[in-house]
């Protein structure tokens, strides 16, 4: 407590002082107010009401909780999260005015979407400046992606959101007639390529300014990899800046305003573990149009455990994709690989740049499937860039990365991004071991990755799993098949515990 409660100054209109409660509610603003309040009494709030909070600089919507019992707070107080803190930024002796949120324009069109109407590009403008503004709690953004889930989004529909995805923020121009990017679907735990493409494309010339998301519903994301070597929150200038430099970056995309409402909606897509394909078409390529690209790859991999678990599957995506882009003035070209099993070894943020940095340094015991998946889609970069084509720009990526001009390029990169530092290694570790000798027959890439976020990764940078065999492999018995890596007891007894329920995610034949 800070005190004995003061009178409401009734002159200040039922203003109310700040009060930072340090509690954690994501990336949702909460304001904190007792039940006896008398700007409770006086707006007629009720609890999980949406409320706008006014402050002498800025202004914000959040969600009202209700004290019913307690002294954490005065009459005259307002409780505000971390998150409704760091945006309302109160200065000493700042007072705050609530009142009633303006409704929403925009969920009639998300309740029109849930009932089966299509939206046109006007809609989804309406809808996605209001995420991005804070108008939407996270359960009508929930809303908002079920009802585009499930195939639920027209070719037309997917255009229209995509555009609106650009709209909403910042886009790059860049002087070149060709500018390159890639990205990969997902799914194939390890997978980890972009660093090294960075490196080798941008180290013979081509210009590929890389924004990347965080995870969705993976171990990591490549801007969680790339965070445990460098900085990647850099701004819109210092981005531009590293481009102009180098020809290329490696950084997060939420950080610049680029496509923002992207990370808004990947933040509920993690919470409900949902990640559909026209919210997967707009998401990545309303980032490409913002990055100012004009000659995108993507890369999908295929296979049982995989996102994307069939050939039929992957050329519908890879249409949707090829439609959606022309649609949106992008030059896209697709790569359909191998993903019946992990890349690498590493499965976590550290652990999969630990695996990065080993290529690149062209270290003896680097996982040659990730250098040679790694050369195979910098061979499409390459292509599309017009450097070289067929196994011309094959041997022209391998020679740049055998010769070290890939880690020297990788290494400048990092430094103009802020400095360059060896990924962390997590305290606990445990193997799991085969029972029997035999062969690795398959590994399932969603138990496998599930046990990787169990043990803490992405948010434990540390955490995740090393994987001790491949498909392919024979292994003894009592052999590590994979080793859990924790940042904390309780979560590698968590990761555990789900290992031993699931004693197949690598399944070996004797």
Known sequence: MSGASTPVDAAAGLSLRPRRLGIDTHHEPVVVLRADSPVCRAEGFEAHARIEVLGAQRSIIATLNILTTGDLLAPDEAGLSESAWRRLAPAAGERLRLRNAPPSDSMGHVRAKIFGAALNENQFDAIISEIVAGRLSNVEIAAFLVACANGRLHAAEVIGLTRAMVHAGSCLSWPHARVVDKHCIGGLPGNRTTPIVVAIATSLGLLMPKTSSRAITSPAGTADTVETFTRVDLSLEEMRRVVETEGGCMVWGGSMNMSPADDLLIRVERMLDLDSQGQLVASVLSKKVAAGSTHVLIDIPVGPSAKVRSEAEARALLHALTHTAHAVGLHLQGLITDGDQPVGRGIGPALEAHDVLAV???????????????????????????????????????????????????????????????????????????????????????????AAKLAGAPQAPCAGLWLGAHVGERVAREQPLFVLHAESRGELAYALDFVQRHPDIVHVEA
Do not use: M, Y
């Open 360 to 450: 690149l340094r062209n270290v003896a015991a680097a996982p040659d499937d990730l250098r040679q998946r790694a050369l195979q889609v910098t061979a499409a970069v390459l292509e599309l860039g017009g450097l070289a084509h067929g196994e011309a720009a094959h041997a022209l990526a391998r020679t740049c990365l055998d010769e070290g001009r890939a880690w020297r390029k990788f290494e400048a990169i990092c430094l103009a991004q802020g400095g360059l530092r060896e990924p962390g290694v997590a305290a606990f570790r445990h193997p799991v071991t085969a029972l029997r000798g035999g062969r690795v027959a398959c590994i399932d890439n969603r138990l496998l990755a599930r």
